[in-house]
């Protein structure tokens, strides 16, 4: 069976011409490349039409820079509304360097749709004019971080900010849920940026080995303050009457 290359993702002709994904969008940025656009940031490649151009401009004796959006020239917002749609990954930009990850597996959004239930039946009843979001949607803490949290809260008195196209002040509250491929993202890089942003709270949610884990700020710094597992009853100090039971959470 012929291989189709007339209508290859940025994925894929990155892989034909053993290119970096970052690459090829830089080259459709700048125009040096052909492409069709099918939507909004949904590009196809003809392979064909690709390489002819790339000899008229010289550019595949270009050798990779794989630092070029983080320490020569920090990624920011402005190149992330730029990146076209990859199916199958999404895409976050933290302190200035681009983040692709894959998109999350069904036990992963079955846990992040069941708490988001939860989340939203209890700041229903405590706070009415705010409000519990989840991915995808565009968290922008600076310049140079765009973050897509599973999962946030903003607080009614914050509530202006529901009508923007992204939220652009640290949320109330941030909860990540832990896929294999983004564990030690969430854990060690994440949690450093949320503090720094002063997001209050922040809560890493772990779906294979079933366990919250609730931080909030205290003194500048992330403290524990409430944790649970398996079967167990989640409480926490800061939310008065919040009961979420593990079993409506977890797979």
Request: include cysteine; glycine fraction near 4%; hydrophobic fraction near 35%.
């Amino acid at each position: 069976m012929e291989r189709n290359t007339h209508a290859l993702t940025a994925h894929q002709l990155a892989k034909e011409l053993s290119l970096s994904v970052e690459t090829i969008w830089r080259y459709t940025r700048q125009k040096r490349i052909p492409y069709s656009e099918l939507g909004p940031r949904q590009y196809r490649y003809d392979l064909t039409q690709v390489m002819k151009a790339l000899q008229r401009s010289n550019t595949t004796t270009v050798a990779e820079s794989p630092a070029e959006y983080s320490a020569k020239k920090p990624f920011t917002y402005h190149d992330y509304v730029q990146l076209p749609e990859e199916p199958g990954f999404r895409f976050e930009v933290l302190d200035g360097c681009l983040v692709r990850d894959p998109s999350p597996v069904t036990k992963h959004q079955r846990c992040s749709i069941r708490l988001h239930v939860l989340l939203r039946e209890y700041f229903g009843r405590k706070d009415p004019e705010g409000d519990v979001l989840g991915a995808p949607l565009d968290v922008i803490l600076s310049e140079y971080t765009v973050l897509q949290p599973d999962l946030l809260y903003i607080p009614g008195s914050a509530s202006d900010v529901l009508e923007h196209a992204y939220i652009d002040v640290p949320p109330e509250l941030v909860v990540e849920i832990l896929s294999p491929s983004t564990a030690q993202k969430d854990r060690i890089r994440k949690t450093e940026i949320y503090r720094k942003a002063g997001v209050t709270h922040y809560w890493i949610v772990d779906p294979d080995a079933k366990t919250i884990e609730a931080f909030a700020l205290r003194d500048g710094y992330y403290a524990l303050l409430a944790a649970a597992s398996d079967n167990e009853l989640f409480q926490h100090p800061d939310f008065p009457e919040m009961e979420i039971p593990l079993e409506k959470v977890f797979v």
